[in-house]
């Protein structure tokens, strides 16, 4: 530890009636969560790496009147750091430990399955089926379909989003095949290639790549290892990119952007070949502070025109996803306000011009108007969204479906959209 103690990336969840938090770790690398009395999580909350635990003492007696003596604060710093919630040595050797098991598995296990959806493959599907009945279809496309935008909610509140989006990707490759059946591309037998670009909801780094194929109820989803392989080569995985990237792949782990696409790829192409290449996108926190474009960092203008090479080079065999859902409002991300109808009205509006930018195909547009509001919405599919614009440059997009789902137990609110883009 240091005299400036710093809390891992940790999530923090209120316990509703009993006046406690339960920190969390979506890592796993702390296996277990812990419960702290909500007034010692105002002490917690300064463990920032600027703060000295006399800088703590002092902000603690100035908000409370209440003279904390060094001993207890140095024992609660003890104990977060041997449970691995603070940053430090212990919880470095610990990640990399957990990041180095990970890599060793033959490839990535579903972590969600009997949770967030069914773990049996006949009721999965039935659920699939049922959202994507209720779907209408992308009539009279402008072209070929080259990307889409899709939530990456649960799918009790995002499915209506979900099968808005497959729906379309399943008529779109259905009328690719009887063209190619027709002798229109004789390249058919080659397996179609998915670029799923996930937000990383926690950790590190721009761009978080794995080789790893994705298992789930409904089978095996294979990484497309030469694509992988010729994205890496021309990125480059720049300076801690390249020092970090086996560290920074455990973030694949838990993180649940790229399975929920998976499983609805592999329910409406449950009787073709495809395979996938699954990036995680960091977030964007120090470009939006600076209102400076994140084509500024090198390390994000060399990954979409690496991505944007891969792609020249798939062709028509390539579909980018963002996994992205768009605004988080009210009390539980931070908000002063509960989410009401007038509210509501006003975040839809303001979702619609980043929508508009997306049809555009305009990525600075986009980032722009998050960065010119403060991301006061919490624009959580900015990197991936972002991207995709950067990257594929479509010409037309066409919004499929928006919604809004409020946050169970909570006066706040999540909202999403599906978008084709030609």
């Given at each position: 530890m240091t005299d400036c103690p710093k809390l891992r990336p940790v999530e923090a969840t209120p316990v509703p009636g009993r006046g406690l938090v339960q920190l969390r770790d979506p890592l796993g690398v702390a296996p277990e969560p812990i419960f702290v009395p909500a007034a010692v999580f105002s002490l917690v909350a300064l463990f920032d790496g600027q703060h000295t635990l006399r800088d703590i003492q002092v902000a603690h007696a100035r908000r409370t009147g209440e003279l904390l003596m060094t001993d207890k604060l140095e024992k609660l710093a003890e104990q977060l750091d041997e449970r691995l919630f603070l940053e430090g040595e212990r919880s470095r050797q610990a990640r990399v430990a957990a990041a180095e098991a990970y890599r060793a598995l033959p490839h990535h296990a579903s972590l969600?399955?009997?949770?967030?959806?069914?773990?049996?493959?006949?009721?999965?599907?039935?659920?699939?089926?049922?959202?994507?009945?209720?779907?209408?279809?992308?009539?009279?496309?402008?072209?070929?379909?080259?990307?889409?935008?899709?939530?990456?909610?649960?799918?009790?509140?995002?499915?209506?989003?979900?099968?808005?989006?497959?729906?379309?990707?399943?008529?779109?490759?259905?009328?690719?095949?009887?063209?190619?059946?027709?002798?229109?591309?004789?390249?058919?037998?080659?397996?179609?290639?998915?670029?799923?670009l996930g937000t990383a909801h926690v950790g590190e780094g721009s761009y978080i790549l794995t080789d790893k194929s994705f298992e789930t109820p409904l089978g095996l989803a294979p990484a497309d290892a030469v694509s992988l392989a010729r994205l890496r080569a021309r990125w480059g995985e720049q300076g801690d990119h390249a020092d970090r990237a086996a560290e920074w792949e455990l973030i694949h782990k838990t993180e649940h952007s790229i399975e929920f696409q998976v499983i609805w790829l592999q329910h409406v192409f449950a009787d073709r070949d495809f395979a996938i290449i699954p990036v995680l996108c960091g977030g964007f926190g120090a470009h939006l502070a600076a209102g400076r474009s994140p084509q500024a960092d090198a390390a994000v203008a060399t990954f979409s025109a690496a991505l944007a090479e891969l792609i020249a080079d798939l062709g028509d065999r390539v579909c980018v996803i963002a996994s992205a859902d768009l605004a988080h409002v009210g009390p539980q991300f931070g908000g002063r306000e509960p989410m009401a109808a007038g509210s509501l009205a006003l975040v839809r509006a303001r979702d619609g011009e980043l929508l508009e930018a997306c049809a555009r195909g305009d990525p600075e547009a986009f980032f722009g108007q998050i960065a010119a509001e403060g991301d006061a919405r919490n624009i959580c599919g900015l990197p991936p969204i972002y991207t995709l614009l950067a990257a594929l440059r479509p010409e037309e997009g066409r919004l499929l479906h928006y919604g809004q789902a409020l946050v169970p137990g909570s006066p706040s609110a999540v909202t999403y959209a599906a978008m084709a883009l030609y």
């Amino acid at each position: 530890m240091t005299d400036c103690p710093k809390l891992r990336p940790v999530e923090a969840t209120p316990v509703p009636g009993r006046g406690l938090v339960q920190l969390r770790d979506p890592l796993g690398v702390a296996p277990e969560p812990i419960f702290v009395p909500a007034a010692v999580f105002s002490l917690v909350a300064l463990f920032d790496g600027q703060h000295t635990l006399r800088d703590i003492q002092v902000a603690h007696a100035r908000r409370t009147g209440e003279l904390l003596m060094t001993d207890k604060l140095e024992k609660l710093a003890e104990q977060l750091d041997e449970r691995l919630f603070l940053e430090g040595e212990r919880s470095r050797q610990a990640r990399v430990a957990a990041a180095e098991a990970y890599r060793a598995l033959p490839h990535h296990a579903s972590l969600h399955a009997g949770r967030s959806y069914p773990d049996d493959p006949q009721a999965l599907g039935e659920l699939l089926d049922g959202l994507l009945h209720q779907a209408p279809s992308e009539n009279d496309p402008p072209g070929p379909l080259r990307g889409l935008i899709a939530p990456h909610l649960d799918f009790d509140r995002g499915g209506a989003g979900y099968a808005a989006a497959y729906r379309v990707a399943q008529t779109a490759c259905a009328a690719e095949v009887r063209l190619r059946a027709c002798g229109a591309c004789v390249e058919d037998a080659k397996p179609e290639v998915f670029v799923i670009l996930g937000t990383a909801h926690v950790g590190e780094g721009s761009y978080i790549l794995t080789d790893k194929s994705f298992e789930t109820p409904l089978g095996l989803a294979p990484a497309d290892a030469v694509s992988l392989a010729r994205l890496r080569a021309r990125w480059g995985e720049q300076g801690d990119h390249a020092d970090r990237a086996a560290e920074w792949e455990l973030i694949h782990k838990t993180e649940h952007s790229i399975e929920f696409q998976v499983i609805w790829l592999q329910h409406v192409f449950a009787d073709r070949d495809f395979a996938i290449i699954p990036v995680l996108c960091g977030g964007f926190g120090a470009h939006l502070a600076a209102g400076r474009s994140p084509q500024a960092d090198a390390a994000v203008a060399t990954f979409s025109a690496a991505l944007a090479e891969l792609i020249a080079d798939l062709g028509d065999r390539v579909c980018v996803i963002a996994s992205a859902d768009l605004a988080h409002v009210g009390p539980q991300f931070g908000g002063r306000e509960p989410m009401a109808a007038g509210s509501l009205a006003l975040v839809r509006a303001r979702d619609g011009e980043l929508l508009e930018a997306c049809a555009r195909g305009d990525p600075e547009a986009f980032f722009g108007q998050i960065a010119a509001e403060g991301d006061a919405r919490n624009i959580c599919g900015l990197p991936p969204i972002y991207t995709l614009l950067a990257a594929l440059r479509p010409e037309e997009g066409r919004l499929l479906h928006y919604g809004q789902a409020l946050v169970p137990g909570s006066p706040s609110a999540v909202t999403y959209a599906a978008m084709a883009l030609y």
